[in-house]
Structures are given as structure tokens and as C-alpha cells.
């Protein structure tokens, strides 16, 4: 029979079992950390009507979706995890409560021009607050906070929350009387860090239609910088002139102050005026993540506050703030960049149990039951294969230990373990030998995901 | 502006909060099972070159399949999790370590009639272990082995695992000269249990060409019924006049010895010799899982031995065994049979953290930080809302706890906690406090997913 050659697809990542297993770590700390803050998890479908999708159209959306028909159905693959959750939210809004805290990891497609490191099935992580007609400020601190919490869980240290808030923009636009122009400007502002200044005061001039004195007047407030207290200060100077400025001055304040409350590290947050999300959607605080030492990767993990999530699809008023990891973007560059931890066990089990002869085979299914009883990841290996063979078998993998069972062990109720890293073996009943692998398992297991 | 009105599409599953939970909770017993065993997971792509996907081609497969263009690329979104496994190993062959043992628990899609109870969109939950041109009988033994963990764990109790081998079912047509009809046989007799001996006689007869003492036969041998040692008794009568028949009979015995060992319940499992599997992938030990109480389900976990994963892709011959649990059916059945624990808490935190002022605030965070780091799910509630309203709000959810902390508590450095559902109220210092919280969430969730 003629093979098909066997692929996968450009720009969708699939991992071997070692790396996997890395990313299921990370998965499993985003859980954790996320419904540690009272957020419950979502599953909304990958395939929904187009028009749904859709529904905002326009943009960069509409020519990256997959759609496409199944009988009489136009169908998409949701490109990102917000409108699946605003559709959500306004089918069930009279069973939902409010603050309608979700999280939801699930993969969304994108179809990008392929390039390395850049995916067109990739999984978001998304944490959102909705609230009921009205949402109080605390949150759009607490949304930052569990990001550090969760970055610093994963092991992340080199990394810093850049906060901004729309209103200061919008408000200073204003003062200006460029706010016809402030979208345009918001989106060449954006650009900053990847084209410079003097090229973002050329389109500002140029392409945007500003005097140069606007232009300058822009490019001077946003190179506003330094700690938080004395951003706020430079701030403070433009106070009073506008109301949505010292709304939105006010608010910066109050979640910069919370944030430490929160106990997020000072150094992991900065007010950045910068910071404006390409998108009109935000109406408040936002938010961009960078890695301190990769700041050529962007933001990894982006947000904001929002007035109303689900204005397509209902009249109620849902404002709401949320933020989204991008989990495979994110894993991809610490995969590149060796930020791994490569002490943390990748192996499919904790044990491997070797018969010494099919005679041991009951006695080796007893013990590796009792094991599991434990909570041991523990495999039996039952092929007919030369002592050697199995031995190479477990280095292979890494698995950390490998049992031995003969005639002497069953006859004597024992268990004969090894410790694969080490060398070292050691003969015992089971208690004591659980014990010790337990201990050694924990031990191995104590390290994060992430080792800068 | 008009509103578009939100809908998800039928046959696709979408849960509200609470039973989202349970769902979650039922993955996590699977993942962790899966993996005491030593199954490594997987996560290959939802879409996959069409061209890979249906290599083998035919059937129900083309018909159902999602298919469309992107650009230039024939597309399609997998139907299982096994041909992308095939794919898989034949890709990485040379960096994966034989046996290889993966579970991998996602979303498949198949555009079926709509009809209730039937998705479009739906969980498998696969364990497969590939050997390296050979792989061992106890493997077909520990396979039923792990879903009988795994249902037990999960709390079904009554299920059995029906267990045959296609050796037996080849050997027997074989020996009455139908092998070329064994295919149609096959297909009529799996449904047996839907239309009845007589409706079958009658297929056999008049479809497949099998004369009337010949299906009278093949009704004979599939009758038999019993214990496992009276089925074996029976099988052994037709002993010694094929060598396929032999082999699949030597099979089964062992099959079901090592289940014993592998302490299998010999109430959860039977040797039935209906069961064909109507593919032609399997060639020995073929599994059905059924729920004793609704055998109008059929099967919820289905699988069995196979010789080529990836004969389309590749020359190495890999066989192998695995199963598969159609997890969003059979939640979708628990769910409609109220089977699934309405005691276990569904709420998205345990612990409600409630300051009676905003002057409170600061004292609250501190609160929910510390309870978070002790790993209990803790939500700050600090809407604008009269008290009534925030216990409302925890009540409405399920919430279990809510901690109230005024100027007293603050003063005093202590914490008021109220268990809501039994109403008792109490002040204590915080480590007192988590800790009698803790307990009592532990004692919570106690009880398993499935109550029978």
C-alpha cells in the first residue's frame, strides 16, 4: 500500500511528550491559581455561527477566521475567547449572578501568515469579571494581581504588568481637541516601541493630519515615565483641565494603590502611558505584559476594562474587566529561550515496575496497585525484553525509579527499588520502599515550571 | 443598534457554571487515573490536513466529516482522537520510546443529524498503548483494568465491562465456512441488543445468504451466556478445529485471568461474545462498556486490540490496544438521569470574603491573600451592595463560606466567619478560623462525581 506521508499542519504547534508534559504544568498552575480567586471554568464550543462571531465585523477578524458552510450553516472557529463569553453571557444572563467571575484555556484560530513562532491554533487564557450594570474599581486591580500571582507561581520573576488607564488618553486628547484623531493616534502611539519615536511623530504629523507642536505635545506626554509616584505627579500637572483626564487620573491612583495592597512586588508593575490596546473596546484600566529580558516577544498577556461586553447580542449594560495569557505564544518563546525548568520530572510515570520473570507478574500487579493506591504514577512493564532492555526503557523516559520483583521479593513479602538517578538500590517491605519513593518523588517535584 | 440574537449552535454542548464543575471534576479524575498508570498526555490539533484524515476513507467518516478550504490548504476538523494518534507516532517514530502509552482527552467533531443526546462537538477520553512490533496480552488486560478505576473512582457502580476477541468470533466463521461473510455477520450481530435474535435470524438469511442452519448456528454461539468460567466452558466444546479460534479462546482466558489479578470486580466485567466492534481496525480483545441501568445508552466506553495504528502512514508495524470514553455522552446521560452527586459543591469559591465598609478593604485582601495561600478559593466581594444582597449573592452560588471583617475584627485582628449552610456563625483568630474552614470543605468534597 502507497504511505501517505504523515504531517502537521504549518502554524499548529503539537509537542512531543516531554515538553507536553511542561505544558500541562503550566495548564494546571493557571487553573489552580485562577479558581483560587473565585473564578468558575467555561467551555464554550471552538465552532459557532459565523454571524455571532462575526457580529462586530470589520478588520483583521474577518480575513484571518476559518469559516465556512456544513449543509446550510455558515460556521466559524471562534478567533479569541471574548465573544464566545459575550454570547454566553447574554443567552444566559438570567441564570448567571453577578459579578459573573470565568476562566476559560481554550484554543482559538487565527489563519495568520504562517511564520516561526507566530500560531494559528493557539490556546488563550482568560480570566473576566462581569458585572451587572455596574462593576466596582477593586477589580481592575485584583485582574493584574492574579496575573502576578500566577506568573510568580509558574516561576516567572523577569517580568513587569504595564498599566494604563483610557480615560487619561481620552481625557488629554480632549484637553487637546484631537479627539476625533485620538484613535488614529492611539494606534501610531502603540507602535512606539517597535518604530521609535521620531518615526510615530512623522505618521502622527503626516499621515494623522497634527500640527507639529500636537505632535510634540503627544510624543512629550507619553515619554512620561519613571516610578509610579512620580508618573502620577508629572500627571497631576495636567489635572483639572478636563473631567474624563481627572476621572481617569483617579482611577490609575486607586489601582496602583490596591495593587499593593494585593501584594504584588512594586517591580512587577509600572504605569506606562504607552499602553493604549490597538482596540476601542477598552474604556478604562488596560493592561500589557512584557517579559523583562524578551521585550522583542510583546506583551504576553493583555487586557482591560470594558463598558459593555455583550452590546451585540443585549441591551443590558455589562461592563467588565478581563485579561488573556497567551499560553502557546507564552510557552513557545520560554521553550526557545531555555526558561524550562529541565529538573522537573517530564517522564510519563514515577515508577516503573519490572517483573523478573512472567512468574512475578501477579506480584507485580499487586504492587503497582498498591502504588496507584498512593497516588505513584506507576507503570508495569510487561514486555518480553532483555533486563538491559527494560533498564534503558525507564532512562529513556526518566523515570526516577524501577522495581524489581523476583522469586526472592515475592517469597519474602519485599520490594527491590532502584533510584535511576542516583544508582542507588535498596531492598525493603512495601511501606518503607513507598515511603522512600515518595519522599525522593516530592523532592523532585518541589521546583516551578519556569527557571530564569 | 439592533441586536443580533445570541444562540449556540445545536449539537453542541454549552453548560451554565454548576454543572460545568462537575464536568471538570469528572476530566480531573480521568487525567489523574490516566496517569497513574503511566499514559503520558497528548494534545494534537483539532484540524488536520483532510488528506491525513481520511487516508483510510469510506463509510460515515467522509460524510460526517467537517471539510472545508483555507487558502489553498484541504482542511478538516478530526473526527477521533486515533487517526491523529497514527499520525502522531508515524511522524515522531524516532524520538518516541516503545511501548508507548498516551491518553489525550479532547473535543471531536462529527456534523450528525442533530438529534437529543447526540453532539456534534463532544469528548473522547482515549488511552492507547503502542507497541514496537509487538505489544503484550497483558495490555489487554490492564486497559479494562484502568476504566474500571476510573468509573470507580468517578462512583459508578453499576457498569460492566463486556470483553470478547475477534480471533474467536474469525475462528468460528472460519470453521463454518463464512469467512467471507464474517464482515456482514458482524455487523448484523452487534445489533442484537437493539432489534433481537429473531430480526437478526432474518438479516442473516435473507441479506447475507447464510442458510437457515447456518444462522440458526451463529444465533446458537452468540447465545452463550453466563458466568465467565461457564462461557469459557462453552467456548472450549469448539476447541481444536481452527487455530484462530484457539488463539482468540487462549486469549480470553488470559485476558480475564489478569483482570482478576489486576483486581477487577467479577460483577464489572463479562465475556460476551456479541460484541464486535463493527470496524475492522480490531483483530483480538475487543471491549463495550455498559451502564447496567440504562442499556439504552450502549456503550460509553469502547475499544480494543488493534495490529497497525498507522499502517496509511508508515511500514513499522504498531499494534496496540486502547479504549474510549465518549465523555460528553455519558455526562449528558448522568446529568438526565440525575446520577451526578448534587452534594458536591458546584459553587466557583469556597470562601466569600466580605468587608462591611470599604475601610475594610485593605483587611479584606490581606484576609483573601492568606486564605488563597492555605489553597482555599477564595472571592473578594466588593460591590456597592447592601448587606442582604452580598449574602444573596453567596447563597444563590453555593458559596459555602462568607467571612465578615468590620472595624471590631480589624481592631482585633480576628476573622467572623458564617457557614451558610448550617447557618452557625463564629469569631476566632484567623488560623482557627481557616482551619475549621478547611476541615469542613474537605468533609464537602468528600463524596465522588457519580451517585448512583
Redesign the interface.
Known sequence: ?A???????SG??????AP??Q??RMMSVLRETY???????????????A??LL?KGGGETEKQI?R????E?D?ALRFDLTVPLA??V???YG???F?F??YQIG?V?R?ERAQRGRF??FYQADIDII?DG???I??EA?IPAIIY?TFTRLGLKRFCIRVNNRKILNGFYAMMGLTDKSQDIMRTVDKLDKIGAEKVGEILTEDAGLSPEQAAEVLRFISITGDNAAVTAALEGYAGQNELFDQGLEELKTVTR?LT???VAAECFAVDLTIARGLDYYTGTVYETVMLDHPEVGSVCSGGRYDNL??????KKLPGVGISIGLTRLFYVLNEQKLLNPDLPTA??DV?VIPMSPQQ??YA??AA?RL?DL??????Y???KKFKAKIA?AA??GIPFALFLGGDEEAAGTITYKNLNLGEQNTADFDTAAAAIRAELSRLNQGSVIRE
Do not use: C, W
Open positions: 500500500m504511505k501517505l506521508k504523515p504531517h502537521t499542519l499548529f504547534m503539537e509537542l512531543l511528550p507536553q508534559q505544558m500541562e479558581a483560587l480567586y473565585g473564578f468558575t471554568p467555561l467551555d464554550t464550543p471552538v465552532i459557532e455561527d454571524q455571532i457580529a476559518y465556512f458552510q456544513k449543509g450553516s460556521l454570547k454566553y447574554a443567552l444566559n441564570q448567571l449572578t459579578p467571575r470565568r484554543k484560530y489563519g494559528r491554533e458585572g455596574a462593576l466596582d477593586i477589580n485584583e500571582r490596591y495592597d494585593f501584594g455583550a452590546e451585540y447580542y443585549t441591551d510519563p510515570a516503573l507478574r501477579g500487579i499487586a496497585t496507584r497516588g505513584i504514577r506507576t507503570q508495569l510487561s514486555e518480553q526503557y529513556k523516559l
